[in-house]
Every structure is written in C-alpha cells, then in structure tokens.
C-alpha cells in the first residue's frame, strides 16, 4: 500500500460521537486525499491537502474536518457522527508529476455509526 | 454533477474473453486518465493510465483506448482470467485532484 498507514481499520461507534481518523505516509507526497467508498456511488472526495496547513473541501465534505499538521500526517474528524457517514474510508496520496496525478491508496477505515 | 460517466455498472464474462469498460468525462482540462483495480477489502491500485495526447496504450493484456474528441476513454481486458475478477474504476484528473467513476464489478467465469 504504497506506505501508507490507516488507523483505525475498524471501528464502531454511537450516533453524536466525536471520531478521528489518522493517515500515516512515509513517501514524503505532497498531496494527501480522504475519500468515501459506498455501494453504487465510487470513490467520492471528502477533503484534501496541498501541503501542510493546506487543506480545500471535497464533494461530500458537510459534517467533516481535516487537519495537516505535518506532512505525513493527515486526519479526518467527525465531530459528531451520523449513521449516514456509515462507510468505508480511504486515505490517499499523491505527488503530482508532469506524468500524472497516480494516486496511491491505503487499506481503508471501515467505520460503522450505530 | 458527475463529471466522469462509467459503464457498465456490473459485467459477467468468461474466461479468455474480453472485458470491456467505458468512461466518458465533460471537462476538457482533465489531462491524465488513470484506471484503478480494486480486490475487496483493499484499497485501489493504478492499473494503467493514459495522457490525452495519445490514442490507446497496451500493458501486458491491458488496454487503454482514448478518444479526445469524444472526451471518451476505455479498458479492455484482453484473454480475461476468473484473478482479474474485481472492481475497476476510471478516473481523470488534473492538478492533484482526480475525479472517479462510480466503479463497475467485473466477474470472470471459469
């Protein structure tokens, strides 16, 4: 997973409960992405960072926060969790080249709001 | 609004036959056109991926067929095998943001 960490990989929890979620990267990549995966809607976007303090919404950032403190660090928090933010997340990086945005994915969160 | 367009959503094939998925993007300053693999309970992995000054590019029985006036782009799995069973998006992207499609389930019988 191209040295990328997620933590934790599962968790469960209850509605109107504060969750972060942690990406570690060891690759030094200037751009860190968090996406959602659910069933018939794909990967959608929920922040991203250019660098460290910079942080931009997604397509579905409503009831998310970020933070880049340091550049292999990039957490995402849900200040008070929904049973809609019931999902799978992914933490991605990149390092944008001239040959292209390839992104690079870890295992995923799978998060559960009951 | 959805930017990138994928189909089919789901696709059955047999062994040794071709795989085929299309995407289809509106915005012509997507400049890099990557495909991702997905096995369950992993993250994506880049596939292939293609820049738009080029028509098609070949990997091992992957293929990339790109059509810029169209703003269409394929993957053709070629000799498909019951291991290539997984999800497969598309993407487009430019300047560190990529866009995916929403993914289509390929299944390979034996």
């Known amino acids: 997973d191209a040295g990328i960490t997620q933590s934790p990989r599962h968790k469960v929890t209850e509605t109107g409960t504060p969750v972060t979620l942690r990406c570690h990267q060891t690759?030094?990549?200037?751009?860190m992405y968090w996406y959602r995966q659910d069933p018939g809607h794909g990967l959608r976007l929920i922040h991203y960072?250019?660098?460290?303090?910079?942080?931009d919404k997604g397509e579905v950032s409503d009831g998310y926060s970020v933070s880049r403190s340091k550049t292999e660090d990039f957490l995402l928090t849900l200040e008070s969790a929904t049973s809609s933010q019931t999902s799978v997340y992914f933490c991605?990086?990149?390092?944008?080249?001239?040959?292209?945005?390839?992104?690079?994915f870890g295992p995923g969160t799978r998060l559960t709001v009951l | 609004q959805q930017q990138v367009k994928q189909s089919p959503q789901s696709l059955i094939v047999q062994k040794g036959g071709i795989s085929i998925i299309n995407c289809a993007y509106e915005?012509?300053?997507?400049?890099?056109f990557p495909w991702y693999q997905q096995f369950p309970g992993k993250g994506p992995a880049l596939l292939i991926a293609?820049?738009?000054?080029?028509s098609e590019k070949k990997e091992g029985r992957f293929t990339i067929s790109f059509n810029k006036s169209a703003k269409q782009f394929s993957l053709h799995i070629m000799d498909s095998q019951p291991g290539d069973s997984a999800t497969y998006f598309c993407?487009?992207?430019?300047?560190?943001?990529?866009?995916f499609g929403d993914g289509t389930t390929l299944t390979v019988k034996p």
């Open positions: 991605a990086i990149s390092e944008s080249t001239s040959r292209g945005d390839t992104q690079y």
């Open positions: 690759e030094n990549h200037r751009y």
């Open positions: 960072s250019y660098g460290v303090k910079d942080t």
């Open positions: 915005n012509t300053a997507f400049d890099y």
């Open positions: 293609i820049r738009p000054d080029v």
């Open positions: 993407a487009a992207s430019n300047a560190g943001k990529s866009t």
